[in-house]
């Protein structure tokens, strides 16, 4: 049903659990060269147009490999791949609609999977399985801080499954997005000068998504990442007072942190019309950082990457424009 089925994929995956990153070379460090992708290799990109994903698609595309790239996305005319120099495809795909399968796994050796918080554990476990069945050989799956330990996440049972499902596979368990500020929380920055998350006095180890996806691009296309779980967090926890002064500093106008309730914070996401169960995901990730439970900082993504992740001063400088009204 989805396509070829090639016996040249070797199936052996080691299972043994290893979660310190391998340490990179100094002379592999900084540089691009360094890239290993297999010039046969094809990625599928899932969550292509959203915010990791579409960094991991970029990064692939200007790597130094000669990968290729196939965007997966429910509304393939809405993107801009396919562009003059473009030499990645697009694939309409669609979690809900398995006959869309088929041709979104053709011939892919690797697969970045990003589960959209309005699709279920399930679905994506049967489309894992499905990609485990035509021989994709490595599932880079973007998961969540904390996701090796807590059943009560969707991201630990997605986890569990793909240790099991016949692929290798990295996780990269991912801290807050500083993009969540340029994204969902926007609105509140430009039009009440306000950082307005329910996350008390916790802190978060706030990690910029093209450090997340640069992370997922190693995974992919170098060996050694194999069956393994980063951490993926910033270089520095912090609490939202010091959130709201980065902002302040960058955007040379006073932004505070109200510190509200969870009530008020969820009222106002409702009066903005997100939907219910973003604002209960939201709820209970903001309760997790009140309890105290978000501020730890890893040095994962330094030893992939060789270099120290984005700090939170540098994410807000970089998008400065698009805080200012
Ligand atoms: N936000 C955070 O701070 C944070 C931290 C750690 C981990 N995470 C995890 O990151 C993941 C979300 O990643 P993101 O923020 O990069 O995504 P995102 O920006 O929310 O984008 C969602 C993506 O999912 C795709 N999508 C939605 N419904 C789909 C469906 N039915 N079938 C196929 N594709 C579908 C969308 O593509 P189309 O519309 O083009 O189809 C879009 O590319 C979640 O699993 C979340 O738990 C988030």
Known sequence: MYGRKNDHRNRNVLREWAHTPPARPDSQRGSNSRRRGNVTDLVLVTGATGTVGSA?????????????????????????????????????????????????????????????????????????????RVGVRHVVYLSVLGAGKNPLLPHYRMERHLEGAGVA????????????????????????????????????????????????????????????????????????????????????????????SILRFARRMRSRGVPYPMIAVMVVLYTVTRLGLSGRVSDDAERVLGREPRGFREFVSDCADCFRR
């Open 169 to 260: 596979y990295t996780f990269l368990r991912a801290a807050n997005f500083m993009q969540n500020f340029s994204e969902i929380h926007r609105p509140d920055v430009v039009e009440h000068d306000e950082i307005f998350v329910p996350a008390g006095g916790g802190e978060m180890g706030f990690v910029d998504a093209r450090d997340v996806a640069a992370v997922g691009v190693a995974a992919l296309t170098e060996p050694g990442h194999e069956n393994r779980a980063y951490d993926v967090t910033g270089p520095e926890a912090l609490d939202c007072d010091e959130v709201a002064e980065a902002f302040s500093d960058a955007l040379d106008r006073p932004v505070s942190y109200p510190n509200p």
């Open 56 to 132: 991991v698609a970029d990064q692939l595309r200007e790597a130094e490999t000669s990968v290729r790239v196939r965007i997966a996305t429910r509304n393939p005319s809405r993107t801009d791949a396919n562009a003059e120099g473009d030499d990645s495809e697009t694939v309409e795909f669609d979690f809900e609609r398995p006959e869309t399968w088929g041709s979104a796994l053709e011939d892919v050796d690797r697969l970045f999977l990003v589960r959209p918080p309005n699709v279920g554990v399930d679905r994506l476990r049967e489309f894992a399985d499905a990609a485990a």
